[in-house]
């Protein structure tokens, strides 16, 4: 079952993952509507590994075609935010 989370809840675990995936980045200093992809320099593999982080933690599907969806912290945000509450309702 998929616990309620609030979007400050959602960015601190996406922020979390990111930082699994890049410790050596700044994330204070990730611009939240660019391609943290890009601002990370993350590859596939660490984008992969980030949407699998993603799914164990809020217990949802996220479809390989939704991932360009995810490539902001924002759009991240949105996306799982939205889809937390669908699961919940």
Not at 4 to 18: D, G, P, Q, V, Y
Not at 62 to 73: C, H, V
Request: no cysteine; net charge negative.
């Amino acid at each position: 079952m998929t616990a309620k989370r609030t979007r400050e809840e959602i960015k601190e675990i996406i922020l979390k993952a990111l930082g699994g995936i890049a410790p050596e980045a700044d994330l204070t200093q990730l611009k939240p509507d660019l391609n943290f992809r890009e601002q990370l320099d993350i590859d596939s593999m660490d984008l992969l590994n980030i949407m699998i982080a993603l799914h164990q933690t809020f217990e949802v599907e996220i479809p390989e075609a939704d991932y360009p969806q995810l490539t902001t912290l924002n759009g991240a945000i949105e996306y799982l935010a939205s889809r937390i509450e669908n699961e919940t309702t």
